[in-house]
């Protein structure tokens, strides 16, 4: 059901949608709806999972729960999966738990390893440029990772645009090729496109993997009126803020109206414009259960958005460069 997508020039194929497990994935988390989502994910098609060393919380968990969910139900599936890691992000105490040393890095590529019981990630991205480490030792890392059979490929993640030029040329003066990008790409964040990464990116063969393309739930309907319980953005420990989805309730309005007299839901029409965009190979969603997952996946089913919608969202909600964007 799902379509692969070619992810830039490599050889390596990727859902449309790939499954994220930043929220709801963590110890605090309900570890029933969490393996019910991964399977309902990797059964329709989802063979690609997106984790990072902090995700949880507390950091480390969402890691250790898929570790212990692959090994238990999905361990002879292990070939038909693209597994990716992150480390950037603070993780654990001291000067070497985050940013971009080797030190770091390597050291949070073997523990994520082993919290997820595997020899061996697919992807392991730089998670945040570091404006304190020099690139050549942060790409040094990515390439050891790589030439030790840790990782099979390196990718960024949320460099801005000239550093990501510079990191790409590093490693590729390294002998190692830049797989994948990741930013973070929806209606109410469109900085890569205004900042042109999407066409760079597709001039050197890289694939984007572009993550929230929901805005982490305030491209659905329930921030339409109001913040309801439960939510995201209504969760102590949820990363979306309350002041975040009131300055975009406006556009929130706008865009659910214009989704309901195209007859679809509002996060139906957010994942058909992403993945209607120049250059995105793939769309990590989030989901709280697996009744949205599915949800979400229906959303593929429906027919390419006309150009006239197209155009509305241009005007509601314009492409702009980072220092101005939003949300
Ligand atoms: N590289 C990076 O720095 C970075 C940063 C952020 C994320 N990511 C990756 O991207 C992934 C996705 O990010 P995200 O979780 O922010 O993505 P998202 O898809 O924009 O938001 C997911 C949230 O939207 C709500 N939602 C999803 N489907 C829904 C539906 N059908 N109906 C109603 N609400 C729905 C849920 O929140 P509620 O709890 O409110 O229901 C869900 O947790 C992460 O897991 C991570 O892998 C990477």
């Known amino acids: 059901m799902l379509s692969y997508r070619r992810c830039g020039s490599s050889g390596v194929l990727l859902p449309e949608i790939s499954?994220?497990?930043?929220?709801n994935f963590g110890d605090i988390d309900s570890q029933s709806e969490a393996r019910g989502m991964l399977l309902a994910a990797f059964e329709q098609g989802i063979t690609h999972f997106d984790l990072a060393n902090n995700y949880g919380p507390p950091p480390g968990s969402a890691e250790r729960n898929f570790g212990r969910i692959l090994q238990q139900d999905l361990s002879a599936h292990r070939d038909e999966m693209i597994i990716s890691t992150k480390a950037g992000h603070a993780m654990w105490p001291g000067p070497y738990g985050e940013w971009g040393s080797r030190k770091h890095l390597l050291a949070s590529l073997d523990q994520s390893l082993e919290r997820m019981r595997i020899p061996y990630v697919d992807v392991f991205y730089s998670h945040r440029p570091d404006p304190d480490t020099p690139l050549e030792e942060t790409m040094s890392a990515l390439a050891t990772a790589v030439s030790s059979g840790r990782a099979l490929y390196a990718g960024i993640s949320k460099y801005p645009l000239p550093m990501l030029r510079d990191a790409v040329e590093i490693l590729r003066s390294m002998g190692v090729r830049t797989l994948i990008y990741q930013p973070p790409y929806s209606i109410?964040?469109?900085w890569p496109e205004a900042e042109g990464i999407h066409a760079w990116l597709e001039q050197q063969g890289i694939g984007s993997i572009v993550f929230s393309p929901l805005a982490q739930g305030m491209l659905t309907d329930k921030y339409v009126s109001g913040i309801p319980a439960g939510s995201r953005a209504a969760r102590?420990?949820?990363f979306l803020q309350e002041q975040q989805v009131i300055a975009q309730q406006e556009k929130i309005r706008a865009l659910h109206q214009l989704a309901e007299s195209a007859g679809m839901p509002l996060h139906h029409l957010a994942l058909r414009w992403v993945l209607q965009q120049q250059g995105v190979t793939?769309?990590?969603i989030g989901a709280r259960s697996v009744a949205q997952l599915?949800?979400?996946?229906?959303?593929?089913k429906g027919p390419a958005l006309t150009d006239d919608i197209l155009t509305t969202i241009d005007q509601l909600c314009p492409a702009v460069r980072k220092d101005h964007a939003e949300a």
């Open 236 to 238: 102590p420990d949820g």
């Open 282 to 284: 793939s769309a990590i």
């Open 19 to 23: 499954l994220g497990l930043w929220h």
């Open 294 to 300: 599915d949800d979400n996946l229906r959303a593929l």
């Open 188 to 190: 109410l964040n469109r």
